[in-house]
């Protein structure tokens, strides 16, 4: 299934940082872990992904150090901060409010427990 963007938009960060709490990655690998951990629901392109990164970057959630891989490739692992970890806790508590809410909007066959 394919969201719109705009609805993407505001979670993506969230699962960005997510994904990272969970280890440093380079970009290709959190695309990776993003679609798998979502059963492919959640797709990042290189033209969301990167700029969220950048971004991330800018507000010190997330730093970024290029490294030579084994292959002798230069790759910028990205690690979340402990700004991030802070960020991520307040936006997760956020989201149960937001579940709890839709689920009393939509019913508990929309919304997960």
């Known amino acids: 299934m394919k969201f719109e963007r705009e609805l993407l938009k505001g979670i993506a960060p969230v ?40 971004n991330l970057e800018a507000q010190k959630l997330v730093k970024g150090e ?9 790759r910028k692992y990205y690690s979340i901060t402990s700004k991030g970890k802070e960020k991520l806790d307040t936006d997760k508590v956020q989201l149960a409010d937001l579940f709890k ?8 066959s929309v919304v997960p427990a």
Do not use: C, N
């Open 66 to 74: 290029w490294e030579t891989s084994e292959s002798g490739r230069d």
């Open 101 to 108: 809410a839709l689920k009393l909007v939509f019913g508990t």
């Open 15 to 54: 699962v960005v940082l997510e994904v990272l709490s969970r280890g440093r990655m380079y970009g290709y690998e959190l695309t990776e872990a993003i679609e798998s951990k979502s059963q492919k629901v959640l797709t990042l392109g290189q033209g969301t992904l990167y700029p969220l990164l950048y």
